[in-house]
């Protein structure tokens, strides 16, 4: 097959480390296309440089990346035939032209797949970087029910057949990367990874990611779930170590089984109000989500209780922890199933993609 491929690089005061690789890929037979999303006009000698490898288009202010990405697959769907692939590169030189040819190659071996250069994370990686990406892989399995090592990688490729899906998807800045992995998750479109270089030039100086306001893009609704989990927890917590010296008269395991029924019914009903109201600001017919959250509620107080049995009964731990223990367990399933099957579609999922 023979390789065609275009490189999509969105630049925001880039700085000359920009030019070799524009230099490269140009050399490795890529077509390109850069963005300048908005620089000063102390960039302008190194935006007139790009244009000697490539078409640079220009926002007159800056929109963020994932808009800057748009803008370039838009251009490119009107100007490259549908059977180019795509590859998307950070302008700042940590990545490999040579890890961009090998993904692009599986994209073209895997047509309407989304392939991902993931990175390990292994030595001499920014502190931030791994806590980011540790963070963002957990919010991303919990959600979709599926595993990307490196959801936050921005040397990913794909064929220019999948343009009209990803230019809908909602984002304008760093959220967008992620919008495209659950879009692909809730679509059914694959995605591969292929393990590519670690690079990171100064502690990766160069980002302008705001740990504050990108970070609150991506996370705040998995943050706004956990403290109404958290909330309901104490309340279940409390109404079962109450209702555990109350019926300690019945008995260990009678007075566990009470204790935990009770008070899982009483948080339940408080975490189904959260949930609905102010997580996931669902508009679903209240019976149809209620009966849906009854019977989710079913299964985990049957499943929690079982396991709550087990530990304190068959490996004698406390019955405290042994609670703790369980609330863990089920933490990601509740979520899982809210946010995927009876909150599905609410105003905070709109919100959540379209930030």
Known sequence: MQ???VALIPAYQPTEQLIPLLKEAKDKGFQIVVIDDGSSKSTNDIFISAARFGTVLRHMRNMGKGQAIKTGLSFIQNKYPAECTIVTLDADGQHRIADAQKICQIA??????LVLGSRKFKENVPLRSQFGNTVTRFIYHISTGQRVWDT?????????KMIPQLITVPGKRYEYEMNVLLTCSRTGIPVLEEQIQTIYIDGNASSHFDAVKDSWRVYKEILKFSAASLISFLVDYGLFSILTLLTSGLGNISSILVSNVGARIVSACVNYTLNRKLVFQSKACVV????????LAGAILAGNTIILGFLTDYLGINQYAAKLITELLFFSLSWFVQRMVIFRGGKAERNF???
């Open 288 to 295: 149809h989500s209620a009966v849906q959250y009854a019977v």
């Open 3 to 5: 390789f065609f491929g």
């Open 353 to 355: 993609l379209r930030n």
């Open 152 to 160: 936050q990688t921005g040397l990913r490729a794909f064929s220019a």
């Open 108 to 113: 073209q071996e895997h047509p309407g797949t």
